[in-house]
């Protein structure tokens, strides 16, 4: 069975940017990025790369990558898609932007597991 989480939303009006802002400096595949977007940073609005890719443990989980800058250490692993989702009003960085870009851009799938009768 396969159900679309279609309740989650995240209503914000969000400039979306034509092309990547910066260099990739985390060896993303191309696939991988779903956006660009500009985020609020106190007065000013500043560019951001969103990138969804499979976390380090190998696990099928969706992580979020978030590039703010040329460095390569100017990006923000955010952890898993839902955690991120899960606690992105509570975050007054980038997160509300990014959040509108991930369930603008993404599906989210949930499949029931059968369960094992042994």
């Not at 990138?51 to 099928?60: A, K, R, S, T």
């Amino acid at each position: 069975m396969r159900m679309r989480m279609t309740h989650a939303r995240f209503e914000m009006y969000i400039e979306e940017l034509p092309k990547r802002a910066w260099p990739d400096g985390c060896g993303h595949k191309d696939s991988e990025y779903i956006g660009s977007v500009l985020v609020r940073d106190k007065l000013k609005l500043d560019p951001v790369d969103v990138y969804i890719h499979e976390g380090d443990l190998g696990v099928n989980q969706a992580h979020v990558c978030v590039r703010y800058g040329a460095s390569g250490c100017e990006y923000m692993s955010a952890g898993t898609v839902m955690d991120f989702l899960a606690t992105c009003a509570a975050k007054p960085d980038f997160y509300p932007e990014v959040a509108a870009l991930i369930l603008k851009k993404l599906d989210f799938f949930c499949e029931r597991k059968e369960e094992n009768h042994a």
